[in-house]
């Protein structure tokens, strides 16, 4: 298990409370430490803890508000326009706006909704969101928790958002939002199973699930050695977060706005928080896993490099927003089970394979893994585009009547000698 | 090691209590708004004028029934018609058992993967070719799936 201490920033702070002399904090900590006086020791743990959670949640809503903006204006540019320009330098205070007009709307509950579901869907949508956070290493010794199945809670907290989607049709009691909750969790469910696989190459170089020793283990940036393992868990996250064009589930000109249809007030506005929150986290996992984490070169601080990343991670998730069309469901779930489940199978055992070659590979044999790598993303990539590109698609290709798939049938037509 | 151990999942213990009360701290914050007049309660905004048959019903009753409609699940600007209980196509049901099948492949492969480099050094290939038989036999379960048009969504 690693040391808790070997976090600057839990040292730092648990020293400056703590007054029983710990040997590791021997010459840490401000004003020489012990603020606590003697029989509160007890409480420099919890504290220390509630300090700096709050320091990160702060960070995090903060890092919404500039990602709302940020994007909104980074679409503004893509479409050519100016994007939010009005309050604040560059409409830098519009976000804040928008959250003081969401928290004072008034809040409709329809009759029919479950209200205790209700109510309980938007809070276990940012929950987990937010705790992706807890294990992400935003610079050299800044993180708070590094355990050894970090990597695990990611997958199994991000995953979490299915159950708040559902939570949030049944509540709210609207068949719009059924119809968006059955697409989402059948959507969710596919990018599961390749997301998860796709990170095996990683876990296989690094030998660790902490992302700690993930992001010591990259000498060089894990991107470069695992092309397809990046591309897969980029293209999955993506979906995993709705965002477009995997945004079937809160497809606003088929069903509204999907599981939100019937909220408003700031239980929409939770929803909107945790979906610019675990976009953020997202990147900042992308980041840690696959883009070298805080690592850069010297003068610039690490935590610097780490938001820099992040930041480049965000800019390319809203140019895909940009710039693709929302998917059809079936070719949404096409693309998971028949192109990227198969790419994260070649992965597998590429990786396997080229571990076998070098195990424990040096910086230079992490080159010749590359190489290797980058070969059979290309040329894999370049095979599924034939065997299951636009030639194959099977509205394009007319085998469907082209009505049937377009039109949205997630309910079976009702016989026309009368309903249920 | 176990004092460590408990710190780790101490900090997310906590982290993951704040986390909770963040959002409903939100919700409170904003229940506040109606309590100090910030936000509006329950407005009418304009009260409909009754339809002819309904002239004889008392003013209480017309504001219920505005509220009423404002209180509907939304659909489109019409009343809802059934409720929400709609059937399914059968073809979700396909993909949440695909979906356990290769998740738990994925739970398997995990830990194996994490000690794959330590465990290639001494036994060599033998550890990529035992995990290669179970993808394959799980791939010929992929295999059936796809000939009997499971994954196709239509």
Known sequence: MPDPFDSILYRYVYCTLSSTGDAECAGHGLFGGGLLPGGLEWLAFPLTAAIIVAALINGILGGVLMMIWGERRLLGRFQGRTGPNRWGPFGLLTPIADAVKTMFKEDVVPTVSDRLVFTLAPIMMLAPALLIYAVLPIGAGTWLADINVALLLIIAVGGANVLAILAASLGSGNRYAMFSAMRAVAMLISYEIPLVISLIGVLMLSGSLSLVAIVDAQTIPFFIVQPLGFFVFLVASMAELNRTPFDVAEAESEIVAGYMTDYSSMKFGLFFLSEFAATIATSGVITAVFLGGWHGFDPIPSQFWFVAKMVAVLTVIVWIRASWPRLRIDQIMNFAWKALFELTLINLVVSGLLVLAWPSPSTAELWYMAGINWVVFLVSIYIFGRVLGPKHDSVRAGNIQSGVVLSDSDAPAIPAGGGD | ?154
């Open chain 2, 1 to 154: 090691m176990g004092e460590d151990y408990f710190r780790q999942y101490g900090l997310i213990a906590v982290f993951l209590l704040i986390a909770v009360s963040v959002p409903i701290g939100m919700l409170m914050l904003s229940r506040v708004g109606t309590i100090v007049c910030m936000r509006p309660t329950r407005p009418t905004p304009t009260e409909p004028e009754p339809e002819p048959s309904d002239r004889t019903i008392n003013p209480e009753e017309v504001k219920r029934r505005s509220q009423m409609v404002k209180l509907a699940t939304y659909e489109s600007g019409m009343r809802a018609v059934g409720s929400r209980w709609t059937r399914f196509n059968f073809r979700y049901y396909y993909f949440a058992l695909l979906f356990v099948v290769f998740d738990v492949e994925t739970i398997f492969l995990y830990p194996w993967a994490v000690r794959y480099g330590v465990l290639s050094e001494t036994f060599g290939w033998v550890v990529l070719a035992e995990v290669v038989v179970f993808l394959a036999v799980v791939t010929l379960g992929y295999v059936y799936a796809w000939r009997k048009k499971a994954l196709e969504w239509v």
